[in-house]
């Protein structure tokens, strides 16, 4: 992407102006930079795309005629050739702090937070296909090597409650690791409206993220990881990314599926489901869903128990009575305690069983 000066810009836009009799004062046209982010390159996110270009409105212009005006409009984006970034370079190298913005306000009185004392616990660069992306990375801080599980972030990212759980895996002896599965398509975090997190999250491709946790366990490996013991965890959107790595890597040991979604459209980027899946699954599976998620349909979970079994394969799927989606969340008002701390019981005693320990 070509760099330019900002003064040298700013020069040359005032310049400029002098010879467009009519511009008001106001509108002068001078480019919208971004502030840089705390501790990141920089970079687009999608938000900003939108407003990377906005340094003339026509509706500004002279009485000139609209050919004239369209004419101007392109010669103020001459001045800046190459900036508008493309999807490609609206590429999100740190991770968000706190919790998405789309889940607040927080249910502070049940919000679990776990300390980092004992733990190595921080934010890594993994090496993925074509770059490096962030994740969320948590292990003892001493000994190894560990036992290494991939936490698959829900529809917000890896936010908050991604990484409090990197930590709880480590207080149990893991190394946990949650890659930023989003960071090619922008950050979710900082978005207000489900609606337009989906818009982003509908844009990654399964291939892609087979590839990051792929990359996930590589960067495990190196950092005091035993991926001979590799385990996987995913919830909500993570969840059913969860079942489809089980079945794309042979090295993993076994999963725990919280409330991932099992059937679906098959699409170009999402060609496969978990209900598609089931006769390709390289480890023992456990899912754990609620009776009362209005997303996932009681019919489908018993879809996939039927394929399981009709394929010979080891899964166990466990359904809460009156359990909505997402009752493991317990910054969120569908946290339920009890079948949430069940269900990381079964996670822990589903992980020691099949060798993850």
């Known amino acids: 992407?070509?760099?330019?000066?900002?003064?040298?810009?700013?020069?040359?836009?005032?310049?400029?102006?002098?010879?467009?009799?009519?511009?008001?004062?106001?509108?002068?046209?001078?480019?919208?930079?971004?502030?840089?982010?705390?501790?990141?390159?920089?970079?687009?996110?999608?938000?900003?795309?939108?407003?990377?270009?906005?340094?003339?409105?026509?509706?500004?212009?002279?009485?000139?005629?609209?050919?004239?005006?369209?004419?101007?409009?392109?010669?103020?984006?001459?001045?800046?050739?190459?900036?508008?970034?493309?999807?490609?370079?609206?590429?999100?190298?740190?991770?968000?702090?706190?919790?998405?913005?789309?889940?607040?306000?927080?249910?502070?009185?049940?919000?679990?937070?776990?300390?980092?004392?004992?733990?190595?616990?921080?934010?890594?660069?993994?090496?993925?296909?074509?770059?490096?992306?962030?994740?969320?990375?948590?292990?003892?801080?001493?000994?190894?090597?560990?036992?290494?599980?991939?936490?698959?972030?829900?529809?917000?990212?890896?936010?908050?409650?991604?990484?409090?759980?990197?930590?709880r895996l480590a207080k149990a002896g893991y190394l946990a690791i949650a890659p930023e599965l989003y960071a090619r398509q922008g950050e979710v975090a900082g978005l207000k409206s489900i609606d337009d997190i989906r818009a982003v999250v509908a844009t990654v491709p399964d291939a892609q993220v087979m590839g990051d946790l792929d990359a996930a366990v590589a960067h495990a490996a190196s950092d005091g990881g035993d991926v001979a013991r590799l385990g996987i965890a995913g919830f909500c959107w993570g969840g059913r990314i969860t079942w489809l790595y089980a079945a794309h890597n042979p090295k993993i040991k076994a999963g725990v599926a919280w409330y991932g979604r099992l059937v679906g459209e098959a699409s170009e980027l999402t060609p496969k489901h978990p209900v598609d899946i089931a006769a390709d699954l390289k480890a023992p599976v456990l899912g754990l869903y609620g009776s009362a998620d209005q997303g996932i349909p009681l019919d489908t979970v018993n879809a996939m128990r039927r394929a399981c079994t009709n394929a010979g394969k080891t899964c166990e799927i466990v359904v809460f009575e009156g359990a909505p989606h997402a009752f493991h969340a317990d910054y969120r008002p569908t946290y339920r305690a009890e079948p949430a701390k069940e269900g990381w019981s079964r996670l822990l005693a589903w992980f020691k069983q099949y060798g993850v320990a």
């Open 1 to 167: 992407m070509e760099k330019r000066d900002g003064q040298a810009c700013k020069a040359a836009d005032a310049s400029r102006q002098e010879l467009i009799p009519g511009v008001p004062e106001h509108r002068t046209p001078v480019l919208d930079l971004p502030a840089r982010a705390p501790n990141a390159s920089f970079t687009f996110d999608e938000r900003w795309e939108s407003r990377a270009m906005t340094v003339f409105d026509t509706r500004d212009t002279a009485p000139t005629g609209e050919a004239g005006a369209t004419n101007l409009a392109a010669d103020m984006r001459s001045l800046f050739p190459k900036f508008e970034p493309s999807r490609r370079e609206a590429m999100l190298t740190a991770l968000a702090t706190g919790f998405a913005l789309a889940t607040q306000p927080v249910a502070a009185d049940t919000t679990i937070t776990t300390d980092t004392e004992g733990l190595d616990a921080s934010e890594v660069q993994v090496s993925a296909p074509d770059r490096a992306i962030p994740a969320y990375r948590a292990k003892p801080a001493q000994g190894g090597p560990f036992p290494a599980v991939l936490v698959v972030q829900e529809i917000f990212g890896v936010h908050e409650h991604i990484k409090d759980v990197c930590r």
